[in-house]
């Protein structure tokens, strides 16, 4: 595979590459993957660009998004940010995949609303693998959409477009948003699973003396271990248990920190050391955060 990565920093760039033609606006496409076809040569490339994109797939369309190969069926919608990696696996004919790619610049969104919390969208640092499945309805909402949004890189460009354009991309934002959230609720058995073992790996952790020779777990550990991307794994802890995966960590090390308080006799810098805390007064700032006391008041108290 080559390790050379092809980047566009433009929609021009970009429509260049994928023989699309000249856009019609300078910040803002829609691709039809119907249209776009490519052979033996791109397969292996590695792609990535300033632009964000939502796509809509139909069928397994022989790309890599970041680790993990796209294959699935009907009404798949899968977000990508500025700079992650896309890899072709093999040939695309014309009229084979169904579906729409929409890509759009950070320029469009800087300086309004939604650029300022289009962060809060976690789904564009979610794996291929959490990508959104869309029933028909919901697709058929998400269609109408982008066809408004077509129709008006289509018009010729006035004092309004700007605004109705972020204003469209953030309603389809949003609607995303709302199907995630449907999509966590009939997974429910299943993240439920993933609850449980979330608490499993903590309990591991510390039984293994991982806290004292590596630290405290991060987001980041739990979810590789859970096979899922941190973004995904906190947003579905959150759905589930009202906490984020970094409140079942903190709560985890405060739980255990009341039993070492009461059960032993050591230090509390003894036992912040041995929570993985490196500095005491960071110990002590999140145990009375979560408690209301000090660790030397709990202590006392009990």
């Known amino acids: 595979m080559s390790e050379q990565v092809i980047h566009s920093k433009s929609i021009a760039e970009l429509s260049s590459l994928m023989g699309a033609g000249k856009p019609a606006h300078p910040l803002i496409t829609i691709l039809d993957t119907e249209k776009l076809a490519y052979g033996e040569e791109t397969v292996g490339k ?21 680790r993990n190969p796209y294959d699935f069926d009907d009404g798949v919608l899968i977000f990508t940010a500025p700079n992650q990696i896309i890899t072709v696996k093999k040939p695309q004919e014309l009229n084979q995949v169904k579906g729409w790619m929409l890509y759009f610049h950070t320029d469009l969104i800087r300086k309004t609303p939604l650029g300022e919390k289009i962060d809060s969208y976690h789904f564009f640092n979610y794996e291929v ?68 073992k979330v608490e499993s790996l903590l309990k591991k952790y510390y039984s293994e003396n991982q806290l004292i020779e590596k630290g405290q777990p991060t987001i980041q550990y739990l979810a590789h271990h859970c096979h899922l991307s941190a973004s995904y794994l906190s947003d579905l802890l959150a759905k589930e248990t009202g906490r984020s995966a970094k409140d079942h960590i903190n709560d985890f090390l405060v739980e255990k920190a009341k039993n070492l308080l009461l059960s032993s006799a050591d230090s509390i810098s003894g036992i912040a050391y041995t929570l993985g805390f490196n500095y005491p007064h960071y110990f002590g700032r999140l145990f009375k955060q979560k408690t209301g006391k000090t660790p030397q008041e709990y202590r006392q108290l009990n």
């Open 46 to 66: 590695r792609f990535s660009s300033d632009l964000f994109c939502i796509a809509l797939k139909d069928s397994s369309c022989g790309i890599d998004y970041g």
């Open 129 to 196: 693998h959490e990508a959104l499945h869309l029933s028909v309805k919901e697709q058929e909402t998400l269609d109408q959409i982008i066809q408004l949004i077509q129709k008006e890189i289509s018009e010729r460009i006035d004092n309004h477009s700007h605004q109705v354009l972020v204003s469209n991309i953030e309603l389809l934002l949003n609607y995303s948003k709302r199907y995630y959230e449907r999509q966590f609720k009939t997974r429910s058995a299943s993240n439920l699973d993933v609850v449980s």
